[in-house]
């Protein structure tokens, strides 16, 4: 029975250290984070005349590939910046702005779904 229990805990040991290192090993080489948005508006993703007529499908193409892509998911702008697919890249910039997302839809009545999973910009202190 001893000999039992001492074999069990030598495999749970080995598949602990087996799990171990194998996720230490894909963490190696792990290609450097997007960098984070610039804190300047004129520097958008795409020129300010096409996010006026784009920005939703740009928004709902970042969140099918953020989705599946997770962290990975990565714009390369074309000026070669490469920025995170995810709205706190937005928020980077437009985030000083409270109302900016609220005072384009509320002109627009637009109801857009994006606050049903992130916190909305009103609910911040």
């Known amino acids: ?22 996720f230490h090993a894909g963490t190696e080489g792990e290609a450097p ?3 984070a948005a610039a804190v300047d508006s004129s ?6 005349e096409y996010m006026h007529t784009h920005h939703m499908q740009v928004l ?3 969140k099918n590939t953020a989705a599946h892509e997770g962290p990975d998911a990565v714009h390369e ?3 070669g910046r490469k920025l995170q697919k995810n709205l706190s890249t937005c928020l980077a910039c437009h985030g000083s702005n409270r109302y900016f997302c609220f005072s384009c839809h509320a002109y627009a009545n637009a109801q857009p779904n994006c606050w049903n999973c992130h916190i909305s910009p009103l609910e911040t202190p």
């Open 77 to 79: 702008t074309a000026d």
């Open 43 to 48: 520097a958008c993703v795409y020129p300010k």
């Open 33 to 35: 984070a997007a960098q």
């Open 1 to 22: 029975m001893r000999k039992r229990h001492i074999l069990f805990i030598g495999l749970l040991a080995a598949l602990l250290m087996a799990l171990l290192s194998s």
């Open 60 to 62: 709902e193409d970042w």
